[in-house]
Every structure is written in C-alpha cells, then in structure tokens.
C-alpha cells in the first residue's frame, strides 16, 4: 500500500511542487489549504491530487482533518509542514495580530500536526516528517522580526523533535529554502527583488522543483539516517 503524505498549503507554490513531486514518487498525497478554492480545484483537476480545506494554525480544525483523512484514505505517515504566510513590518509598526498570526500559522502548525500524527507514526514504527523554515529564520530579515522568530523556531522544534522519533524511525527534519519564484516572493517590490537576486551566487531565484526535490529526497523510505537535520537549498546565498 502506497504510504499517505499530508502537505499542507500543497495546492500551490512551493507546497503545489512537493504534492506532485511526492506522488511521483508513488505515495498517496493529500493537499491541504487555508481558503483558495479556485486554486484548490484547478490543482485537483490537473493533478488528481484532493484538497482538503483547514486552518493549519487551530488545533481542533487539524484535529477533524486528519481524522477524516484517516478513515477515507488511510494514516498519514509522511507529513510536510509547508503551509505559511508573512505579515511583514518594522517592530515600531507590527501589531500583535501579526506577530501572533505568523507564529501560529508558520510555527503552531507544527505542533499540531506532528502533536496529532505521532501516536499513529510512532505505533507503526515509521514517520517522515518535513517542516519548511527559512533562509530568514536562519539568518534574519530586515520587517520580520515574526516571520523570522516562526522560521528560526521550525529549526530548533525539528531538532528536539528528532530526538524524540529517533527510536521509532520517524525522521524529523527541515528544509531552509532560500527566495523561491512564488506568489509569496511576487508580493516584493521589484526593486527589492532585485537587489535580492543580485546576491543569490547561481544568479536565479528558486524553483519550487528545487524544494519539491528536497523534500523527496528527506521523506524516502531508506532516508532513516537522516534526521534533525537542516537542508539549505538557496542557490548559494547563505551558507550556514
Ligand atoms: P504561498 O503563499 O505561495 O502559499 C502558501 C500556502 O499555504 C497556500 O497553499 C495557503 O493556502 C497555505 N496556507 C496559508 N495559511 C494557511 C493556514 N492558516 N492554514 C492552511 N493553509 C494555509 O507560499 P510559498 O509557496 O511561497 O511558501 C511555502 C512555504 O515555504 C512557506 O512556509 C514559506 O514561508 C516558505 N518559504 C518560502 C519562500 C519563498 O521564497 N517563496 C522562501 C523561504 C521559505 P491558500 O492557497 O488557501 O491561501
């Protein structure tokens, strides 16, 4: 039986790269979202892969849906804590709903789904389990002071959680991606952008491939020796 992977914000992005990647790969993908049921749609006819519409940051809304995941597909075993939003601003301007919004959906997320999944992953003595930060949770940025806290926080959960699945072969680890073309990096002014770009070593933006390749990479079967660990896939910006 193909092994059931979770991807939350999976039906665009980066996360709508990772979905297609990992059902290449032969794995049965659920793709999770927050709201944007026209891309939802467009994403399931294209690809054959389900959406399944929840908040990531309300625990009880995570609750129903893996529960309802479980009974009409099977357990997840392979999850991609993908979803995330930014709420940018200077600290003399950010508000306490952003702050709170971004680590609850960046950060929270997290927990809840690896706080839901683990009975079910350590019982079957498997678990591949991918968490999404950030080149900026890394090395900080200039108006996220949120974003980054979220980011830098995904590293240090992914690796006292590792610690903690090690004995039940389930893999926690987390992906640093650096400035991927995206909706998220299209919301830049483009002389930003630009000044970005020019200090990516390789001359490009990322691809959501590039990420999607990652994570294929970290969720296989035989990837059992890999874990608590951060991939950096940035073209080179930051080496860390
Ligand atoms: P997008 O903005 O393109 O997509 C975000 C996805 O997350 C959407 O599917 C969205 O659903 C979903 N989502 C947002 N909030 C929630 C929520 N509360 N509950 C459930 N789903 C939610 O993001 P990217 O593809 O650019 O980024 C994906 C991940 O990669 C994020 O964690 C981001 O922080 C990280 N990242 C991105 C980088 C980049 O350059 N793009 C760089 C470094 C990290 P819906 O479509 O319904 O709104």
New binding site residues.
Partial sequence: MARVALV?????????AISEKLKEQGRTVV???????A??QAFTERTGIPCK??????FEQCQAAVASIREEIGPIEILVN?????RDNTMKRMDRKAWDEVID??LG?CFNLCKLLWDDMSARKFGRIVN?????GQAGQYGQVN?AAA?SGIHGFTKALAQEGARFNITVNAI??????????RAVPEDVLQKIIGRIPVGR??R?ED?ARGVAFLTADDADFITGSTMSINGGQHMY
């Fill in positions: 939350t914000g999976g039906q665009r992005g980066i996360g709508a793709a999770s979202f927050a709201g944007n049921e891309a939802a519409r929840f908040d990531v940051s309300d993908n979803a995330g939003i930014t959906t960046n997320s999404i930060g950030s080149i900026n974003y980011k640093a991606p650096g400035y991927v073309d995206t909706e998220m990096v933006l990322g959501a990420i």
